[in-house]
């Protein structure tokens, strides 16, 4: 062993490990990457959708879907404070049920959602950047936008991450604008006003809304999977989880109630720009322009953390032996995951170019309730074994309930989707099942 040559005091600090991510994110930057994770392209778009299938009482949905997202929240924060690894809820099940095969499932249909997300904020992305440049192909404008996510995620975790915290406040931003040009119109709607289609029932109005307005409360599970890139997890995940979705929960109710006040529901239903329409309602001399430059970086930043969501969930899983060895590997140079990060940009992409976009934003809602009961349900399992406590931890009743609210948003989901998530399901076994086949034949060698 070599000696320190300034005698017995501390030596010189040791090398980071290259095999390691970098551990670069506090409770502050932690709490801001959730924000801008939940407070992403969704709100931009689905408070006109909501108050369409509502009417004015669509700020009773957003509540709906706070229920549901806190709960579920409530059970990913114990659960991060218990095993803060990449891999989220795949690690999760696995720990819980012991089902190699049922984890690698959970943790595919996570990473495929995250994908998804990703494909549908390129196309907002190209709408609203068509809309000022009419003569680029779509196409084109969504490999750009990859390649730039790919660069920055492919840079490292703190550059990943200064980039959220200035998307996070221009987003940020752009709903306060919204809030301020509704407060002069507060009072001039009825907010407990339903107008379902005549077809549905004021409840099933409420709760389809409620799944709309769910989608937009998504993020917060991303969390955990910058655990291994995070200060002191055990108790900064769920501190930051928390204070994410209490933050964007009265930020989503109050533009839901400005949206409503200055712009009758019907308006707000057909336009392809709401939040647009509220500010112009209220502040006619306010640039369009601007307001869509405030949109091009809500896109981008919910479609950049969703690619360091899913391409952590790959590199997790591979640690996990769950799929190839070769997405664990690290960068030796930038510390990142960069196998994983060159796959989610081709699948990403290739879902981008070729998706039906509608189906499968829809399907990943449906994605997203099913894996938050599983995970519920997996914190239910962990808690019957009486292990230690973590430093964070709730009752049993709360992932219950969790997974009992998201089975209730399940069966108001299109069954369309049911439809396309049975697909990705199928694609999904067969992989693993390919992967299994391929480690047999590697070891009769």
Known sequence: MSQNPNGPGPGPAPLADPRQLKRALGLG??????????????IYA????????????????????????????LSYAELGSRMPRAA???AFCLE????????????????FSGMVSMATVSHAFGGYFRALFPAVPMAVIILLFFLMLG??????IQESSMTNILCTCVEVSGILIVIVAGLRFFGNANYLEITPLPSVSAAGALFQGGILAFYAFIGFEDMVNVSEEAHEPERNIPKAIVASLCITSVIYILTALAAVSAVP????????????????KSFSWFPPEVFTLITFFAVS?????????????????????????????????RQTPHWAILFV???????????????????????????????????????SRKAPLPPFHVPAVIPLLGAVSCLILIAFVPQQAFLTVGGLILTGVTLFLLQKISRTGLARR
Not at 31 to 38: A, K, P, R
Not at 97 to 111: D, E
Not at 151 to 156: L, T
Request: include cysteine; charge should be positive.
């Open 29 to 42: 930057a932690l709490v801001l990457y959730g924000v801008g994770d939940i407070l992403g392209a969704g």
């Open 46 to 73: 689905l408070v006109g959708k909501t108050a369409g299938i509502v009417g004015s009482a669509c700020w009773i949905s957003f509540i709906i879907a706070l229920i549901v997202a806190f709960l579920t929240g």
């Open 88 to 90: 989220g809820a795949a």
């Open 96 to 111: 819980a049920f012991r089902k190699r095969s049922f984890s690698y499932l959970i943790g595919f249909l996570m990473m």
């Open 151 to 156: 660069f920055i995620n492919f840079r490292g």
């Open 265 to 280: 529901a019907g308006e707000l239903a057909a336009s392809p720009a709401p939040l647009l329409l509220v500010v112009q």
């Open 301 to 333: 930043n919910t479609a950049l953390l969703n690619f360091i969501m899913s391409s952590r969930i790959l590199y997790g899983m591979s640690r996990e032996g769950l799929v190839p060895s070769i997405f664990s590997k690290v960068h030796a140079d």
């Open 345 to 383: 940009f081709c699948a990403a992409l290739v879902l981008a170019l070729t998706g039906k976009l509608v189906v499968l934003a829809q399907s990943g809602s449906l994605l997203l309730l099913s894996i938050f009961v599983a995970t519920n349900l997996s914190l239910l399992k962990i808690k």
